[in-house]
């Protein structure tokens, strides 16, 4: 089944989601350059990782966990023991059970004998992020031209993944290198290379894509879609004087669709993840196309 959106699905936002189309959309880019691009210079694939901390996290304040239907066997869990760490800090273990069921599970402070056994404070390793990216490298000297950059949740958030994605971005701006920057998720903070004057006066939009090209830094190409326009077909500068190739978002985003098989997850009955920040003709027009195309009862 294909999308139901002209352009971005809204539902793909969610973060469920969002790793598994982030991977596909950035492989089928690289994939879409390669055979235009070859052979005076190649597409590749780079990676950004870094590091965060335990209890930093871009996902719901409250988790969803799998909570034991019946008894079941003890879980034991080797453990640093520190006196003077807070109290109120939490591990989580995994063991085996037979039927489980979902509940949802919030902190919640609890007076406790003086006799009560003290607990043991486990030290969490950090988290490691991992963010790929596309490259197109001039083949007979192996330097990168152009940079495409599909935002996350993480470049949106403040946190060391911004941190490190603004550096890098920064770094390509104040080098011979092109930026193309592709942000399709409508929640965080403005991420793409341009001022927030600029994003501000441009015509409303849910998504933005960038492309800054080194040859001329006092400009860039800005290509604001509102929700129910297809994606654009983007320009990707080359070493000039060589011609731009073209990105056709939409065809890449019709064939991650169809191969990630989202229609068979997601219930189109159910508002957007987007939902609490949608203008009230947005939400209009999400639900007369979605019931127009039998996803939503009349």
Same mark, same amino acid.
């Given at each position: 089944?294909?999308?139901?959106?002209?352009?971005?699905?809204?539902?793909?936002?969610? &973060?469920?989601?969002?790793?598994?189309? =982030?991977?596909? $959309?950035?492989?089928?880019?690289?994939?879409? $350059?390669?055979?235009?691009?070859?052979?005076?210079?190649?597409?590749?694939?780079?990676?950004?990782?870094?590091?965060?901390?335990? =209890? =930093?996290?871009?996902?719901?304040?409250?988790?969803?966990?799998?909570?034991?239907?019946?008894?079941?066997?003890?879980?034991?869990?080797?453990?640093?023991?520190?006196?003077?760490?807070?109290?109120? !800090?939490? @591990?989580?273990?995994?063991?085996?059970?037979?039927?489980?069921?979902?509940? #949802?599970? !919030?902190?919640?402070?609890?007076?406790? +004998?003086?006799?009560?056994? &003290?607990?043991?404070? /486990?030290? &969490?390793?950090?988290? #490691?992020?991992?963010?790929?990216?596309?490259?197109?490298?001039?083949?007979?000297?192996?330097?990168? /031209?152009? /940079?495409?950059?599909?935002?996350?949740?993480?470049?949106?958030?403040?946190?060391?993944?911004?941190?490190?994605?603004?550096?890098?971005?920064?770094? @390509? &701006?104040?080098?011979?290198?092109?930026?193309?920057?592709?942000?399709?998720?409508?929640?965080?903070?403005?991420?793409?290379?341009?001022? @927030?004057?600029?994003?501000?006066?441009?015509?409303?939009?849910?998504?933005? @894509?960038?492309?800054?090209?080194?040859?001329? *830094?006092?400009?860039? !190409?800005?290509?604001?879609?509102?929700?129910?326009?297809?994606?654009?077909?983007?320009?990707?500068? $080359?070493?000039? +004087?060589?011609?731009?190739?073209? $990105?056709? %978002?939409?065809? %890449?985003?019709?064939?991650?669709?169809?191969?990630?098989?989202?229609?068979?997850?997601?219930?189109?009955?159910?508002?957007?993840?987007?939902?609490?920040? %949608? #203008?009230?003709?947005?939400?209009?027009?999400?639900?007369?196309? %979605?019931?127009?195309?039998?996803?939503? *009862?009349?």
């Amino acid at each position: 089944m294909p999308s139901p959106f002209p352009g971005m699905d809204p539902y793909l936002e969610a &973060l469920a989601r969002w790793t598994d189309v =982030h991977q596909r $959309l950035i492989t089928y880019i690289a994939d879409a $350059l390669q055979s235009q691009v070859r052979p005076d210079y190649h597409a590749r694939m780079g990676e950004r990782v870094y590091v965060v901390a335990p =209890h =930093h996290t871009f996902y719901p304040d409250v988790l969803v966990v799998q909570h034991p239907a019946r008894e079941m066997a003890p879980v034991y869990v080797e453990a640093v023991v520190d006196e003077a760490a807070p109290a109120d !800090e939490v @591990i989580e273990a995994d063991g085996d059970a037979g039927g489980v069921e979902d509940v #949802e599970v !919030e902190a919640e402070t609890r007076a406790e +004998p003086d006799d009560a056994p &003290l607990p043991l404070i /486990v030290r &969490l390793d950090p988290a #490691e992020y991992r963010e790929p990216y596309v490259e197109i490298v001039h083949t007979a000297g192996d330097e990168v /031209v152009t /940079v495409i950059e599909m935002l996350s949740p993480a470049n949106k958030a403040s946190g060391p993944g911004r941190d490190l994605y603004r550096r890098k971005q920064a770094q @390509i &701006l104040d080098s011979p290198v092109n930026l193309i920057e592709i942000d399709l998720l409508s929640t965080g903070q403005p991420t793409v290379a341009l001022p @927030i004057e600029v994003v501000a006066g441009l015509p409303a939009h849910r998504y933005l @894509i960038g492309v800054r090209r080194a040859a001329q *830094p006092d400009q860039a !190409e800005v290509y604001p879609i509102p929700l129910s326009r297809r994606l654009p077909a983007v320009n990707v500068p $080359l070493r000039e +004087p060589d011609p731009d190739v073209v $990105l056709d %978002l939409q065809a %890449l985003f019709t064939r991650c669709y169809d191969n990630g098989g989202y229609g068979d997850l997601i219930d189109y009955r159910q508002p957007p993840p987007i939902a609490p920040m %949608l #203008e009230p003709e947005e939400a209009a027009w999400i639900d007369g196309l %979605l019931r127009g195309r039998g996803l939503r *009862p009349e």
